[in-house]
Each structure stands twice: as structure tokens, then as C-alpha cells.
């Protein structure tokens, strides 16, 4: 809380009070301190400490417990809010169902319905029930990104699938996509012989986050490989990179810099960092569950 936050007629803290109690603070606003004045009839502003004191020596419980009810009042309040919300203006879906305490979303897997539903606040995945599960408070934001959900997932409908697959069959498409999978597996990657990336480090490339182990020193060929990576030279040779593990990915420092125009492998940011962490942190939680 500010100083000009205080309440004009709270004295400050006195030496006698301090002798059992806690100072807390929380985000300022009249209605929330008229609130804590209340329960608390014997809790002063300290100018020096720009805190309140709570006398007592059970003072941080009972303020924690206080603030656990203000939230869990505020969450019933925006569910009751966007339960209203969804009733007024529904979402008509066959890959979402009402919950008894939110909705019920179930796709076929999707890279992006996953990043799109990972952006939704209170959202999380039921490892058991394999379906997502969205509060009403967060009705809103689901409903804002629901027309690119529900398209991701209709693309990726096994049918759906299978007949894109069907009509790419002997196609010019389909022998390049086979080559990009088939370069992919080679976990290569042109670097610049005057811009050499560290080794053993986590830096991230067009394909994302790797860790270069070796550079080969041999040269690449533009008439070969010039397809797979736009821009490349005869000053180009090959490294060889691998996945991190999630040791590496946790330790990596992330840049503050906007990434330079141009560049083959830059310092990650913490936007890149972050899906690369929760992904790595699921797939091992899913090995040694196993």
C-alpha cells in the first residue's frame, strides 16, 4: 500500500504495539480497507514500515485466512458473472460442455488449441478425464479466442487428417514435406563460420530451443540445402544440436533483447523459454510416472 493510500485517521504504529503482531499490506482500494478496518479494529498504519500492524501473536494467520475469503468471494463473484455471461450468449460447440463448476473443453490434440487455452487465466488440463477445464470467471477470454480453437480442432479431426493426407499423396507438397522431415532428423543446422553459437548452451534457432554439441566445420552447400534454409552461404557450416533436457532449459538465462533482424540462433527470451519449460517439466512427470 502507498503512502498516499493511508487512511488520514490511523495513527501510526506505537513501540507498545510492536511487541506482538505482524505488518501486512495488500493492494489498496477503500473498499477492501473499510473491509480490513473491521476485522481488524486494532490495526494501525505504520509510516515507517508503509505497512499495517495486526496486534497479536496469531496476527499473519488471521490475516492470511482473511484474505483467502476475499478471494474465494471475489472467484464466486466472477462465476456467478460469467455463468450469466455464458447463459446470455452461449458458446454452441460439439467440443465444449457445461461442468458443474465451468466448462468442459475436448479437442483432438492441437498445438495450437493448446496454447490458445494455456493463455485463458484459471484454465487447466485434467490429466484423467483428458479434457481442459475452464472456470466461469475466465468465460470472456474463452469465448474472445473460441473461433480459432474450434478451427484448430476441426483441422485435426482424424478424417480430417486423413483426407489432406489422401490429397497430398504424390504430390510436389508431400515429396517436400517428406524432405523437410527427413533434413529435420538429421538435427543439423547451417551457422555462420564468423557467428559460431556456444556450445552446451541453450540458444534458440528457427526450428526453437536446441543445444549445440559440436560445430563440424564442414561446408554447407546453398544448392542442396538452400531450400530448407533460406539465406545460407558458402560461409556456411554445419552444427550439430540436440533437444534440452529441462535441467538446461530451467538454468538458461533469458535475453531482455528484442531478437536482431536476420539472426540464425539468438539468446531466448522468456516467451520462448516458458511453453519449452512447461513442456519439458509434463514429459517427465509423464516418465517417471511410468
Known sequence: ???????DDVEPTTEADTRLGADVSFPF????????????PRARWSDARQAW???????????????AELEAEADAFADAKGRDAFEF??????????????????TPYSRTVVERLREIPYSRWDSDLKLWHVPFRSYRE????????EEAARRNEPEERRRRAEERKGTEQEAKSKA?????????????????????????IQHGLVVFEEVTGELVEPEVVGEFYPGVTDGHVWGI??????????????????VADGAEWWQPTIQ???PARRAASRKRAEQLSR
Not at 500500500?1 to 487512511?7: I, L
Not at 482500494?29 to 481488524?40: A, G, L, Y
Not at 495486526?54 to 482473511?66: D, I, M
Not at 474463452?142 to 480453437?149: A, F, G, N, T
Request: glycine share 4%; charged share 35%.
Open 1 to 7: 500500500m502507498s503512502a498516499k493510500s493511508k487512511p
Open 29 to 40: 482500494d477503500r473498499m477492501t480497507v473499510e473491509q480490513f478496518r473491521k476485522r481488524f
Open 53 to 67: 500492524f495486526v496486534p497479536g501473536p496469531t496476527a499473519s494467520r488471521r490475516f492470511t485466512r482473511w484474505l
Open 89 to 106: 450468449d452461449p458458446i454452441a460447440s460439439v467440443y465444449l460442455e457445461l461442468g458443474r463448476a465451468g466448462l468442459r473443453i475436448n
Open 142 to 149: 474463452l469465448k474472445k479466442r473460441w473461433p480459432e480453437i
Open 180 to 204: 523437410r522431415t527427413a533434413e529435420r532428423k538429421r538435427r543439423r543446422y547451417p551457422v555462420n563460420i564468423d557467428k559460431l553459437p556456444p556450445l552446451g548452451r541453450v540458444v534458440a
Open 241 to 258: 544440436w540436440r533437444k534440452p533436457t529441462f535441467e538446461e532449459l530451467v538454468q538458461a538465462w533469458p535475453s531482455k533483447m528484442p
Open 272 to 274: 520462448e523459454l516458458r
